[in-house]
């Protein structure tokens, strides 16, 4: 018997905070490519989504800026017996790498950059 696919909607939030550089932001899901999209200083990439009751929803984006990189998981949602899990969707991307931003608590460093 199939699980009725129920609809809880989320969203993420890229923010560039680096110093006087152009970032270059692409994610996508198994589903969904949301292309590239280039970000100014100060400026953000938004999308919201529906996520599924029963876990399953992934998205993941690759940064750019000059000649490093970044890979990391903008959302993750997955449900089990005991919990429910699911990543931080508010980032911020500085010189050093790509931070969390939870709500209402410090951020923290997620991944640093690397160069190809």
């Known amino acids: 018997m199939a699980r009725p696919s129920v609809s809880i ?3 993420v939030n890229i923010t560039n905070q680096l110093s006087e550089k152009i970032l270059i932001v692409h994610c996508q899901s198994k589903d969904t490519d949301l292309g590239a999209h280039a970000l100014a ?8 989504f529906g996520t ?5 929803t992934l998205f993941w984006c690759k940064l750019a800026v000059e000649n490093r990189r970044i890979s990391f998981v903008a959302y993750k949602e997955y449900y ?13 991307v ?6 969390a931003r939870p ?11 690397t160069r190809p």
Do not use: M
Not at 52 to 56: A, E, L, R, S, T
Not at 94 to 99: K, L
């Open 9 to 11: 909607p989320s969203s």
């Open 52 to 56: 599924n009751f029963f876990g399953g």
């Open 80 to 92: 089990d017996v005991f919990k429910v899990t699911v990543t931080y969707g508010d980032w911020v």
């Open 41 to 48: 200083v100060g400026a953000s990439f938004h999308w919201s």
């Open 94 to 99: 500085r010189d050093d790498g790509v931070y």
């Open 103 to 113: 709500y209402g608590r410090p951020t923290f460093l997620v991944a640093a950059w």
